[in-house]
């Protein structure tokens, strides 16, 4: 099995990871973003110099793209498939490698069945099912939950006079919620947040061997855990949640339930966490955006979608291309890959004025690509805006002398950025703060 595992690190992580770093240092911003974990490096500026370049690039690994109209086209047309391990275009030997070492013990949410890596009619199938979490009427209820445990974690904060808002607030609402959404009890919650933590490196590509190790090791318990509650949801009484009835109407098979449960665990959890806490840092950072919110707390909402936009939790995705297609003056061949640069897209000054500014009230905020666009956009996109204005909101008329005591901690990672750690000081609390 540790054969195996190492061969598919190879294969998936360490051919590219040595071939990025080949790149960077001749120049390709791309390889430098893909190449800079744990690091810390500020990702615009490389954005930037790839939209100097025009609207779609080739380099050496990929097509890429920052341009907004481009990576929306992109996202709608389907002439483009998702891009699974097994569909990127490698060299030789390494797709049959790939394809070899699969390791259908591990509810790894960026491999097949996972929906977020299948085309139609799967993806199709898997949505139809995993939607009954986020109807309308389930996201009501759930919008009521997140004001609850929302105020129940500000209760625990105000205890806590110099916490760090990473593990202490912005990891523990949506881990509650999502657990709620799986069905899963309280104590289960530790066991989520490692499985996120350990699981989100996956999102890159370049990961060192370690890290890959830990990720899979911590996946292949999470796939015990939740095929073990998978199986007690098929034998007994629906519960009262949509994943309890989907486990026992036996739509899907135990890999389609835990594949896609971590992919909900990844995709509902760790973004959220990054909306959070990227949201904490641009407020503080920008003190006359957060009095305007103080003076007028109906702009909540715009302030959610320009903290979206302004630093985006998720910051790329890839499509690849099921036919040739032109676009924007190139022809794409069918096989090839186009790297997506969603954050790069909501920088477009062709579409914001002055991008780099960040200012709650800009009018069109809500065109982002941050939860991305088309058949794949972000299922539950609307579950993360009300935790993030719910949580920001309470936050910050709690402890309006909220203030940073030490620089926040990057996560290192190149897809999911946000911050590992975020120590404050809380100051005086507002008692009357907590409002609907």
């Given at each position: 099995m540790g054969v195996g595992l190492w061969a598919r690190w190879v294969a998936m992580h360490g051919a590219v990871r040595a071939f990025m770093k080949i790149q960077g240092l001749r120049g390709d911003p791309l390889a430098r973003l893909i190449a800079s974990h744990g690091r810390g490096i500020d990702p615009y500026p490389l954005m930037e110099e790839i939209r100097m370049r025009g609207p779609l690039v080739r380099t050496p690994f990929t097509w890429v793209s920052v341009d907004h109209r481009l990576c929306r086209e992109v996202l709608r047309d389907k002439r483009f498939g998702v891009t699974a391990p097994s569909t990127m275009d490698l060299p030789r030997p390494l797709p049959t490698l790939i394809s070899r070492t699969d390791d259908e013990g591990v509810a790894n949410p960026v491999e097949p069945p996972a929906m977020v890596v299948v085309d139609p009619p799967e993806h199709t199938r898997y949505r139809q099912l995993v939607a009954q979490s986020f109807t309308p009427r389930a996201i009501d209820k759930l919008s009521t939950r997140v004001a609850e445990v929302t105020e129940h974690l500000i209760e625990r904060l105000a205890d806590t006079p110099h916490p760090d808002l990473i593990a202490d607030f912005a990891s523990q609402l949506p881990m509650a919620i999502i657990a709620e959404i799986l069905g899963l009890p309280?104590?289960?919650?530790?066991?989520?947040?490692?499985?996120?933590?350990?699981?989100?490196?996956?999102?890159?590509?370049?990961?060192?061997?370690?890290?890959?190790?830990?990720?899979?090791?911590?996946?292949?318990?999470?796939?015990?855990?939740?095929?073990?509650?998978?199986?007690?949801?098929?034998?007994?009484?629906?519960?009262?949640?949509?994943?309890?009835?989907?486990?026992?109407?036996?739509?899907?098979?135990?890999?389609?339930?835990?594949?896609?449960?971590?992919?909900?665990?990844?995709?509902?959890?760790?973004?959220?966490?990054?909306?959070?806490?990227?949201?904490?840092?641009?407020?503080?950072?920008?003190?006359?955006?957060?009095?305007?919110?103080?003076?007028?707390?109906?702009?909540?909402?715009?302030?959610?979608?320009?903290?979206?936009?302004?630093?985006?939790?998720?910051?790329?995705?890839?499509?690849?291309?099921?036919?040739?297609?032109?676009?924007?003056?190139?022809?794409?061949?069918?096989?090839?890959?186009?790297?997506?640069?969603?954050?790069?897209?909501?920088?477009?000054?062709?579409?914001?004025?002055?991008?780099?500014?960040?200012?709650?009230?800009?009018?069109?905020?809500?065109?982002?690509?941050?939860?991305?666009?088309?058949?794949?956009?972000?299922?539950?996109?609307?579950?993360?805006?009300?935790?993030?204005?719910?949580?920001?909101?309470?936050?910050?008329?709690?402890?309006?002398?909220?203030?940073?005591?030490?620089?926040?901690?990057?996560?290192?990672?190149?897809?999911?950025?946000?911050?590992?750690?975020?120590?404050?000081?809380?100051?005086t609390r507002n008692v009357a703060s907590l409002r609907a």
């Amino acid at each position: 099995m540790g054969v195996g595992l190492w061969a598919r690190w190879v294969a998936m992580h360490g051919a590219v990871r040595a071939f990025m770093k080949i790149q960077g240092l001749r120049g390709d911003p791309l390889a430098r973003l893909i190449a800079s974990h744990g690091r810390g490096i500020d990702p615009y500026p490389l954005m930037e110099e790839i939209r100097m370049r025009g609207p779609l690039v080739r380099t050496p690994f990929t097509w890429v793209s920052v341009d907004h109209r481009l990576c929306r086209e992109v996202l709608r047309d389907k002439r483009f498939g998702v891009t699974a391990p097994s569909t990127m275009d490698l060299p030789r030997p390494l797709p049959t490698l790939i394809s070899r070492t699969d390791d259908e013990g591990v509810a790894n949410p960026v491999e097949p069945p996972a929906m977020v890596v299948v085309d139609p009619p799967e993806h199709t199938r898997y949505r139809q099912l995993v939607a009954q979490s986020f109807t309308p009427r389930a996201i009501d209820k759930l919008s009521t939950r997140v004001a609850e445990v929302t105020e129940h974690l500000i209760e625990r904060l105000a205890d806590t006079p110099h916490p760090d808002l990473i593990a202490d607030f912005a990891s523990q609402l949506p881990m509650a919620i999502i657990a709620e959404i799986l069905g899963l009890p309280p104590d289960t919650h530790p066991r989520l947040l490692e499985w996120g933590h350990s699981g989100a490196p996956l999102l890159d590509l370049g990961i060192g061997w370690r890290t890959y190790r830990r990720a899979i090791d911590t996946l292949r318990g999470a796939d015990r855990e939740l095929r073990e509650r998978f199986h007690q949801l098929r034998a007994g009484e629906p519960g009262d949640h949509p994943f309890s009835r989907l486990a026992a109407d036996g739509s899907l098979t135990d890999r389609e339930f835990t594949a896609n449960a971590a992919l909900l665990i990844g995709a509902g959890f760790e973004t959220t966490v990054n909306l959070i806490g990227n949201g904490v840092v641009a407020l503080l950072r920008h003190p006359e955006q957060l009095e305007r919110l103080r003076t007028d707390p109906d702009l909540w909402p715009s302030a959610i979608e320009e903290i979206l936009r302004f630093d985006s939790p998720v910051q790329m995705t890839a499509r690849t291309a099921l036919c040739d297609v032109e676009m924007a003056g190139q022809r794409i061949a069918t096989g090839n890959m186009v790297a997506l640069l969603l954050a790069g897209a909501n920088r477009d000054p062709q579409v914001f004025t002055d991008p780099d500014r960040f200012d709650i009230t800009r009018p069109n905020a809500r065109d982002h690509v941050a939860f991305a666009s088309g058949v794949h956009a972000c299922l539950g996109a609307a579950l993360a805006r009300i935790e993030g204005t719910t949580a920001l909101r309470a936050l910050f008329e709690t402890f309006p002398g909220l203030q940073l005591t030490a620089t926040p901690q990057p996560r290192g990672l190149v897809n999911l950025r946000g911050f590992a750690r975020l120590p404050v000081k809380l100051g005086t609390r507002n008692v009357a703060s907590l409002r609907a």
